[in-house]
């Protein structure tokens, strides 16, 4: 056989080996699709209202000492603990929120904001809660210089800045859900607030009179939680009717804010 000859057939070969070694594997499978959000049908939902109690003598609030930093006391008013804010029996500073009950849906994050303010050397408010995946701005109004530090908390990112007298807002957007997440100031170490990142636009914060409501649920029966920063957390199963409102009440004890 010539060259020419020997090298024609060899690269036959090689086409053909090629040819044949063609790959019977599946192609590889691209990323889930996204789960549509779901939507509010508000012509059928409804809501759910109560009240959180407290049973018994609360602690009493203490009086904070601010005098480390004069500026504190510029914005005027008296600077109490808010472990136990009690009016008439009834607790505030309490989350609500279901975490049972909606099945596979997901709702999308809302793009507005929540504010968490530093002003009077004390986070305002005291409890908040956001979505997953919604904005909170920490905003500095005091003449003062002030640090907001959050810890890692299921698979949320450590925050640690330091914000400039009256100036500046900081953005951050937190993922997962977690409750009772604290934000302090390495500046003045009796601030303190609490973070409730929810996995559903379906939860409150109770008020100084302990009432909250939570709406446009879609009828159904749900697992409703309460969690407050010292007293822990209590659930109860409530049921929902369209265009109906269901009421739930908790009760925190004395007794167990005493650490009995």
Known sequence: M?????????????????????????TAAGPEPAAPTATI??????????????????PQRVEIDMGQDPACGLTGGTNLSEQYVVHNGRLANVFVSITGGLGNKVYAAPANAINLDQKGCRYT??????????????TNSDPTMHNVHTTPDN??????????????????????PATMLAVH????????????????????????????????????????TAVHEELGTQTAQVTV?????AAADFSFSAARAAGQ
């Open 2 to 26: 010539t060259g020419y000859r020997a090298l024609l057939v060899l690269g036959s070969a090689i086409v053909i080996g090629v040819t044949g070694c063609k790959s019977n594997s599946p």
């Open 41 to 58: 049908d508000m012509s059928t939902a409804g809501m759910v209202s109560g009240t959180i109690h407290f049973a018994g003598t609360p």
């Open 125 to 138: 408010p005291h409890v908040i809660g956001v979505m997953a995946g919604q904005p909170v701005e920490f």
């Open 155 to 176: 698979g949320n990112p450590e925050v640690n800045i330091s914000q400039p007298p009256k100036a500046g807002t900081t953005r951050q957007v937190f993922t997962h």
């Open 185 to 224: 100031c390495a500046n003045h170490p009796w601030m303190q607030a609490f973070l409730n990142i929810a996995s559903s636009p379906f939860y409150a914060v109770s008020d100084t009179n302990g009432h909250f409501e939570i709406r446009g649920l879609p009828p159904g029966t749900y697992t409703l």
């Open 241 to 245: 009717q369209s265009k109906q409102t």
